[in-house]
């Protein structure tokens, strides 16, 4: 069979200044039975061909794209193409998926998804495929990267290669769904085996898309002091704890570490209690900043607004953090209800949410698609689009750089926080720009 394996993207300009080649579609290519030509797409570089030749399309799909996800879906199956859908959001709610696929995947694809190209070649394949148990990550292959298509874009040193060290967040946080997709045990491939596929790698940095890196501590230590020897730089996301442990982070800067996404997600206690994905922290975000830059190590400071407990003065302290702690960069989100998450849950059973089904609208992101608590509507959201001037305002940009250590050691520093903030910067106020569709409903 002709195979083809599609990451949809949303059609329009991209200001993002950091492009990732993702590694769920090359590991699925890896993982197809031999005898079968495979094609992968990634709308984020290029084009889809709707005039190529092909007989079974996998789509993965995330809550935020599924408008384009489903698009994609009905335009090959018009075609007479069979379509199978998995991800996040088809594990979440395979019913609606079905309606746009002939096939979907339930879970982690590894277990099922040699079953799924053979019953299609074979002319028998199953509406639904479940994964009941969570692949062993050992002896995974390795993901087909020269399938993926090389992205023609200005900007080539802000590409990074996906490595996949872990899986499995135990946090279990109100407003996420890993916990049901990958699982609350927190699984660790051999660290042989994470060291072979970056020797493998053709470029000097890459990025490590697990959810929380390093939180099996002794299984990262051994992987940072072994990747020592390799001089490559890498990236990733983890939490805020990480800090909490000096050897680890003295390991993680020796193995080239560069950057951390981290989820802060407020700077209020209560909201942090009810996340609980930080509660128990032992030291506090000023220090955990201190720890980092301490190492070299910069980071991208994660936050959402509109938690229940969360009062109007969020968004003064948070920005009094983001000065005073010398961010490197700053994600600011309006909190999002996924579907499958206990946050949906319970806006749905409270009557709170303007529309229950709203990844089917198309709304863009930072939409404010529930009824707030302990805010009035108008106060979160002017709060918001106040705080994020504020952030990405030249003198605020300026204060953050010249207070850390990690930008001022290279000219390439420089000149990375500067592409970073003013590319975020410009997402950010053309976002604020955006129509509120709910404002007069929110009360």
């Not at 069979?1 to 949303?10: R, T, V």
């Not at 890498?234 to 080239?256: F, I, N, P, Y």
């Not at 936050?303 to 009094?320: A, I, P, R």
């Not at 709170?352 to 709203?358: A, G, I, M, V």
Request: aromatic fraction near 10%; charge should be positive.
């Amino acid at each position: 069979m002709k195979i083809k394996l599609i990451a949809p993207h949303k059609q329009h300009e991209d200001s993002s200044n950091f492009r990732l080649l993702r590694i769920n579609l090359p590991l699925l290519a890896a993982l197809t039975p031999p005898g079968h030509t495979i094609t992968i797409v990634d709308e984020a570089f290029a084009p889809d061909d709707l005039n190529q030749e092909v007989d079974l399309v996998g789509i993965t799909v995330i809550t935020d794209l599924v408008p384009r996800a489903y698009h994609i879906a009905d335009t090959y199956r018009q075609k007479g193409v069979k379509v199978v859908m998995g991800g996040i959001h088809p594990t979440i709610l395979p019913d609606e998926a079905l309606r746009h696929a002939d096939a979907v995947v339930v879970g982690e694809a590894e277990g099922v998804w040699p079953q799924v190209v053979a019953d299609a070649a074979s002319g028998q394949l199953q509406r639904l495929y479940r994964a009941d148990k969570k692949p062993d990550l050992a002896g995974l292959p390795t993901p087909r990267r020269d399938l993926f298509p090389r992205p023609k874009h200005r900007g080539a040193a802000s590409l990074h290669i996906g490595v996949e060290a872990s899986r499995g967040c135990p946090y279990d946080c109100e407003f996420c769904c890993n916990a049901q997709t990958s699982g609350k045990q927190y699984r660790v491939r051999p660290v042989h085996e994470v060291i072979a596929e970056i020797e493998s790698l053709e470029a000097s940095r890459f990025f490590f898309v697990d959810d929380a890196l390093g939180l099996n501590r002794e299984a990262g230590k051994k992987l940072f002091t072994e990747m020592i020897p390799l001089k490559r730089l890498w990236m990733g996301q983890g939490t805020v704890s990480l800090a909490e442990d000096v050897e680890l982070l003295k390991l993680m800067r020796r193995s080239g570490c560069q950057g951390l996404l981290l989820g802060f997600e407020s700077v209020q206690k209560d909201t942090q209690h009810e996340m609980k994905k930080i509660k128990n922290l032992k030291i506090d975000f000023y220090e955990a900043m201190r720890r980092f830059h301490g190492e070299g190590i910069s980071i991208l400071g994660a936050f959402v607004f509109g938690s229940d407990h969360e009062n109007k003065d969020v968004f003064d302290q948070t920005y009094e953090f983001i000065v005073k702690g010398r961010l490197d960069c700053v994600q600011l989100r309006i909190l999002q209800p996924l579907p499958g998450t206990r946050l949906y849950t319970r806006l749905y059973r409270e009557g709170r949410l303007f529309e229950p089904d709203w990844w089917l609208r198309g709304y863009p992101p930072d939409t404010l698609l529930y009824q707030p608590k302990s805010m009035t509507a108008d106060e979160l959201l002017s709060g918001y689009a106040r705080l994020n001037r504020q952030t990405y305002s030249f003198d605020a940009m300026l204060k953050r750089f010249f207070g850390m250590s990690p930008w001022t050691r290279s000219l390439r520093g420089c000149l990375a926080y500067a592409a970073i903030n003013l590319s975020y910067r410009t997402r950010y106020i053309k976002g604020l720009q955006k129509p509120q569709p709910f404002v007069g409903a929110a009360t």
